[in-house]
């Protein structure tokens, strides 16, 4: 391949619309060039990177794989330059777009969320939930709080608080349960979704664990909820259910007599980009201290 001393712009920008609507006829409307314009700028290009990037046959075009490729960065690449025209041009401030998962959103983020929003009274947020992970490019997102570590990518990662898993009850089924034996005789509540289950609790206090649950849910706020309501025993996080426990709505009892598993339940992830959000750092720097996370490095903006 020849190195590219100059990126040809114009060349690429017909490439994008002629590989995106896979015709030099439509590209050629689209751009209000001719058909033949269209024609020798992608020849123009093909000869620029010395790869072919089309098929082309008397009745259409398609991408090769090498064309198909560089579709998708130059697609990409023009977003950011759409999305940094759209950031110096405008004259209202844009909103930070923050994804979460669902049970961190619901049972951490909300309740303190007043706080936040009191000291930063112009900042406008946009929320969203959900256990998939946040595709940045595609919606936007400035920031996403992930359950469970990333799989390795080009974003930035920091892990958030130690979680420790220990089993939480109402108080009036707290009073029952005195040593870790008792839990067999109580429904517990296992939540599907989360790495460390009943199964592991139990074995990593030398207990034999329970052949059946009586309940299960794919949420931790549901299974809090119901631990809430006295339906049994779940085993949660007390970061999550800091909420119930300081509330007096949920008691730990069997805290201190037995062993709890810790693990870092919940990811902060961001792309590397030189210029953020205006709001990133003040959202980002609110919820590391709301964690209790000191001694970052500095800021990564």
């Known amino acids: 391949m020849k190195p590219i001393r100059k990126l040809p712009l114009p ?7 002629a590989g995106r609507t896979a015709s030099f006829a439509t590209a050629a409307q689209e751009l209000d060039l001719s058909p033949s314009a269209v024609s020798h700028s992608i020849r123009k290009l093909e000869e620029t990177v010395d790869l072919r ?14 064309g198909a490729i560089l579709l998708e960065h130059v697609q990409r690449g023009m977003e950011e330059m759409r999305r940094g025209l759209a950031l110096v041009t405008t004259d209202e401030p844009s909103p930070l777009r923050l994804h979460t998962a669902p049970s961190f959103a619901t049972q951490w983020l909300l309740p303190r969320l007043a706080g936040f929003v009191k000291e930063n009274p112009r900042i406008d947020l946009r929320f969203s939930a959900s256990t998939d992970y946040a595709r940045f490019e595609d919606d936007d997102f400035d920031l996403d709080i992930v359950y469970g570590e990333p799989k390795p990518s080009p974003y930035e990662k920091i892990p958030l608080a130690l979680e420790k898993l220990t089993p939480l009850c109402a108080p009036e089924l707290a009073r029952k349960i005195q040593r870790p034996e008792d839990l067999y005789e109580h ?20 207990l034999t664990p329970p052949n059946q649950y009586g309940l299960r849910f794919d949420r931790s706020s ?22 119930e426990l300081n509330q007096g709505t949920l008691m730990s009892p069997l805290i201190g007599t037995t062993r709890e598993v810790p693990y870092v339940g919940h990811y902060l992830v961001y792309p590397k980009r030189l210029h953020h959000h205006q709001a990133f750092d003040t959202f980002r720097s609110w919820l590391l201290k709301e964690l209790g996370i000191e001694n970052l490095p500095g800021s990564l903006i």
């Open 187 to 206: 429904t517990l509540i296992q939540c599907d979704v989360q790495m460390f289950q009943w199964k592991g609790w139990f074995e990593a206090n030398q």
């Open 11 to 17: 060349f690429l920008r017909v490439f994008e619309a």
């Open 53 to 66: 990037l089309f098929q082309r046959s008397t009745r259409e075009v398609t991408l090769t794989r090498e």
């Open 222 to 243: 549901m299974a809090i909820a119901a631990a809430v309501g006295g339906l049994g025993v779940v085993l949660e996080s007390t970061l999550l259910a800091e909420r």
